[in-house]
């Protein structure tokens, strides 16, 4: 009698193969285009950041009103011992030129300076040039920074010369991004190529994996170029790069799995379709329910209140869902085109041994087997131990000097720029209020502390009132990204808020990173929970008891919490960062569980599978065995990918892709292998419960290699 395989002689029979490639193809001709296109179809404004409902974001909306929407560069002139005629009319002749930048984005007629840090004997003047950032503003912030420099040059001769405030900090950050997609991409593409090579040996079989996720990833891109120009799908830097690194990681991980279980089901079956079908009948529901956990994990960030992290949600759901349809429908139906040489120079021929039986994962999973309670118990108390790095960490914000792994000129500008004038100089507080209080809400602003009274006005170019309200800046004594200059935020909100009748509502950049901290720590506290939640359920479903998911999350939860630890501990004393973003512990939180997730799912369901056969602590020993290998190596190419995002010279990407890879590795090598092992070794059946498989009856000792029975 042929073996059961469900419906997946579909996806890989003699001409089924063929269709399943077809269409592909087909799809891949239409999407390909699309995917040049998802770049085009970012949207990287402030808005599209900031929670929704923030009143920050209304400021935003509403000082639309009142003038074009701008970004402010600040041209800082600087010599300590003092600005020579020559340097004031060097200024004078530059900001001639500056308000010529028309054709480049910049709103000439609005370019303001110089302002000097004091009258007699000036040794610093800044000039404020306007960056118009209307629907094409992000795109072209980088030349009109640009142009800017390129009228200003470096300074010569002691006279120091720097382009700063936010639009040059927003021109360098979009300078450090750029390319992105294409770094990213070859980064995966190399830890994907390098980790193949020595898993498998094999110089064409690591060719398969690497076409169906070049595959998913432009068909992902292509969905989502759709999703946002015609339905409002928010899209930007941050989701487009994460997006490669989840399809080439979760990708090769379904990938690996398949492989692993294909070869060994060609080493019992003659038939290279009959074997596909076997491998994708009994390793399919780990892999749908592995690919379903992610997507499911992701698609809860939809109840963030931070626009930017609810728009990572669709985005990375839909790239995972892509990679998972790809991997058992384009991916199977290649490797049996090929046929067996596609794993030259090892070929797993018909009716040879099956190398796990006998390799390091048994020999592990034997020795665990000896004394699992000890052993669970000592792996615990050393994750705990790393946990205590948790006390390092300082998921507080960072500043834009910080922000940046070097050091670019928008950063030194602003350096010396705090020098001679007020830290919040060209980031200033924006309030908006009924006309007939306006009087009251500048008496209010210019009486809060941290606010430099002199400085509230109305900006050039702005109407003196829209529709019975007013608009006014107020420059702060504090750096704009401090600590500080939130606390002033936080102070002139509770002053204007206070004046009857006025409706003021206070923004600005400051007043977004406050919102933004704000909201974070909202998402934090609630998208945890629910990703754990839908982690639990996932698991129940798939393995029909109780007590095995819930050892499995409380393993995936001490795993995090060592994982942040070490990595706080690293920033600190290995990296010198100076701290990190508040949303760090909760991206690396959802890629941890979600991710991490899947080695669980593969080895508990291979364990689960053996059980019902040998009993559930021979079963825990055959598949460690059987599944140690791929999983190791799909941790190393998941940690490989993320390690990738340290490519990029900004601290946060860095931050976040160092915390996964250890996370992961911590996970495949320690978690998995031996907690999770030790676990289920020391629980015995009881691990089903309530499934009738936890009444069954199961020898305290697995049996020996000798008396393991024999794999049909």
């Not at 205590?388 to 350096?415: H, M, W, Y």
């Not at 209010?444 to 941290?450: K, L």
């Not at 504090?478 to 002139?492: C, G, H, I, L, Y």
Request: aromatic share 6%.
């Amino acid at each position: 009698m042929r073996p059961r395989r469900g419906v997946a002689h579909l996806v890989c029979g003699p001409r089924a193969k063929w269709i399943v490639v077809v269409l592909w193809l087909a799809v891949l001709v239409l999407a390909f285009p699309l995917a040049q296109k998802l770049t085009d179809a970012q949207d990287n404004d402030a808005a599209s950041w900031l929670p929704g409902s923030a009143e920050s974001t209304q400021v935003l909306h509403e000082a639309e009103e009142f003038r074009p929407e701008v970004i402010p560069a600040i041209v800082v002139y600087a010599r300590g011992s003092g600005l020579t005629a020559a340097d004031r009319a060097r200024i004078t002749e530059d900001v001639a030129e500056l308000k010529q930048l028309s054709a480049h984005g910049v709103l000439g007629d609005e370019v303001r300076g110089p302002v000097l840090d004091r009258p007699s004997d000036p040794r610093a003047a800044q000039v404020f040039v306007p960056i118009v950032m209307d629907e094409k503003g992000w795109e072209r912030i980088g030349p009109a920074v640009d142009s800017i420099r390129g009228v200003t040059g470096t300074g010569t001769d002691g006279l120091a010369v720097h382009v700063t405030g936010p639009g040059a900090t927003a021109a360098d950050s979009s300078a450090a991004f750029e390319g992105i997609d294409s770094t990213l991409l070859v980064s995966a593409l190399a830890v994907v190529i390098v980790m193949l090579l020595i898993t498998y040996r094999s110089p064409t079989l690591l060719l398969v994996p690497v076409i169906a996720a070049v595959a998913s990833l432009s068909t992902a891109q292509a969905l989502i170029y759709l999703l946002a120009e015609y339905a409002g799908l928010t899209v930007n830097g941050q989701s487009a790069g994460i997006l490669t690194v989840l399809v080439f990681g979760a990708g090769t991980d379904y990938a690996l799995l398949l492989i692993a279980r294909y070869r060994e089901e060609l080493r019992r079956h003659e038939d290279r379709h009959e074997a596909m079908a076997l491998a994708l009948h009994r390793a399919g529901p780990a892999v749908l329910a592995s690919g379903a956990t992610v997507v499911l994990g992701m698609l809860v960030l939809l109840f963030a209140e931070m626009n930017s992290t609810s728009g990572l949600g669709p985005v990375a759901a839909i790239g995972v869902a892509v990679a998972l349809i790809a991997m058992i429908t384009l991916f199977p139906a290649l490797l049996v085109i090929f046929g067996r040489w596609i794993f030259w120079p090892v070929i797993p021929h018909f009716g040879s041994a099956e190398p796990t039986e006998s390799g390091v994962w048994a020999r592990m999973g034997r020795w665990i087997a000896r004394r699992p309670r000890a052993i669970w118990a000592v792996t615990a108390v050393v994750l705990v131990a790393f946990s205590i790095g948790l006390t390092q960490l300082r998921a507080e914000g960072i500043s834009n000097a910080d922000s940046f792994t070097d050091k670019p000129d928008s950063i030194v500008g602003q350096e010396v720029q705090a020098q001679y004038f007020p830290a919040g100089s060209g980031d200033p507080l924006v309030v908006i209020s009924d006309a007939a209080q306006a009087g009251q809400v500048r008496a209010a602003v210019a009486s809060t502390p941290g606010v430099v009274p002199a400085s509230i006005t109305v900006p050039p170019g702005t109407k003196p009132v829209h529709e019975g309200r007013v608009l006014i800046e107020a420059t702060m004594t504090a750096p704009a990204d401090s600590a500080a200059a939130k606390d002033t935020v936080e102070r002139v909100r509770d002053a204007v808020h206070a004046v009857p009748d006025a409706d003021a509502q206070v923004g600005g950049g400051t007043a977004a990173l406050l919102d933004m901290d704000t909201a974070t720590r909202h998402d934090n506290l609630l998208i945890i929970p629910l990703v754990l939640l839908v982690v639990l359920l996932v698991l129940t479903v798939l393995l029909r008891a109780l007590v095995a998911p819930l050892l499995l999350i409380a393993t995936v939860v001490l795993s995090f919490a060592a994982a942040l630890g070490l990595s706080a501990l690293a920033f600190r004393y290995i990296f010198d960062f100076a701290g990190e973003t508040t949303d760090f512990p909760l991206f690396v939180f959802v890629f941890l569980v979600a991710l991490g997730i899947d080695y669980n799912i593969f080895l508990s369901t291979r364990i689960r599978e053996e059980a019902s056969r040998q009993g559930t602590r021979a079963g825990v020993v055959t598949g460690l065995a059987a599944t140690g290998a791929v999983i190791t190596s799909a941790g190393l190419v998941l940690a490989g990918t993320f390690a990738a995002l340290g490519t990029l010279p900004i601290v946060a990407f860095a931050e976040i892709g160092f915390a996964v890879a250890l996370g992961v590795l911590l996970d495949t090598f320690v978690v998995r292998s031996v907690l999770v092992t030790s676990l289920f070794l020391d629980a015995g059946p009881r691990v089903w419960w309530p499934h009738p498989m936890s009444r069954e009856e199961d020898p305290k000792e697995p049996p020996t290699k000798a008396e393991e029975p024999a794999k049909v």
